[in-house]
């Protein structure tokens, strides 16, 4: 796809997916906190090595692991699928004060009730939006559900270079990006998430690997497929 079609298309996918118009950001802090279980210095390596142009992150939470895609490469650019849904997100937010994720990224007890008040007064989105604007000339914030995102963005001709995942623990995400990209590079989140579930993000990468001819790069809790 020739440079010039992909501006394009990216520009048209930010006219559909616009970031909100406003003039209080300032007033909306960012908390660059993250779920993730560790390992994506795997994820940080792709991008150093492999050098993408284009990548989709599903499930961007509050937007710390899409700073930190952006911020080593300034040629990135990241579409971002999250249904933001604050409803439930609000509330799981404040469930997090006193445990341990929360606890060990701010150790004390005020700044986890000050993060759990933000989240409720300005919603997950925005409060995520809040820390990406530096970046929103390389950041499209796709509010919808995955895999419907997916299909929207090849019917734009886009073809990202990355897909990294770290929404629901189903397949559909994973079958679904390889099937629209094949070439694409896919990674992801959760691969120790769930012990007690038998750990239902791994056996969806393992089976999919196993099927597809893949193998598998796992730290912690970051998985990355390879041939």
Request: aromatic letters at 10%.
């Given at each position: 796809m020739a440079?010039?079609?992909?501006?394009?298309?990216?520009?048209?996918?930010?006219?559909?997916?616009?970031?909100?118009?406003?003039?209080?950001?300032?007033?909306?802090?960012?908390?660059?906190?993250?779920?993730?279980g560790g390992g994506r210095e795997l994820v940080d390596a792709l991008i150093r090595v492999s050098r993408p142009r284009l990548m989709v992150e599903i499930g961007v939470f509050l937007g710390a692991s899409t700073k930190r895609w952006l911020d080593i490469s300034p040629r990135l650019t990241v579409i971002g699928i999250d249904p933001w849904d604050e409803l439930r997100l609000i509330p799981q937010c404040r469930r997090y004060v006193g445990r341990p994720a929360l606890t060990r990224a701010y150790p004390e007890l005020e700044i986890q009730e000050r993060f759990a008040a933000d989240i409720a007064a300005n919603g997950v989105r925005l409060t995520a939006l809040s820390l990406l604007r530096p970046y929103r000339n390389r950041f499209i914030p796709m509010q919808a559900t995955s895999p419907d995102g997916l299909h929207e963005i090849a019917a734009t001709g886009l073809k990202p270079d990355l897909?990294?995942?770290?929404?629901?623990?189903?397949?559909?995400?994973?079958?679904?990006?390889?099937?629209?990209?094949?070439?694409?590079?896919?990674?992801g989140d959760d691969w120790h998430w769930g012990r007690t579930k038998g750990y239902p993000m791994r056996r969806v990468v393992e089976e999919f690997a196993a099927k597809n001819g893949f193998a598998i790069t796992a730290d912690h809790g970051t998985w990355v497929l390879t041939r």
């Open positions: 440079q010039r079609l992909i501006e394009d298309s990216l520009q048209a996918l930010r006219r559909a997916h616009p970031w909100p118009e406003r003039n209080d950001w300032a007033v909306i802090p960012p908390w660059p906190y993250a779920l993730g897909v990294y995942i770290d929404a629901d623990k189903k397949p559909e995400d994973l079958e679904t990006a390889h099937r629209l990209w094949p070439e694409a590079i896919i990674a």
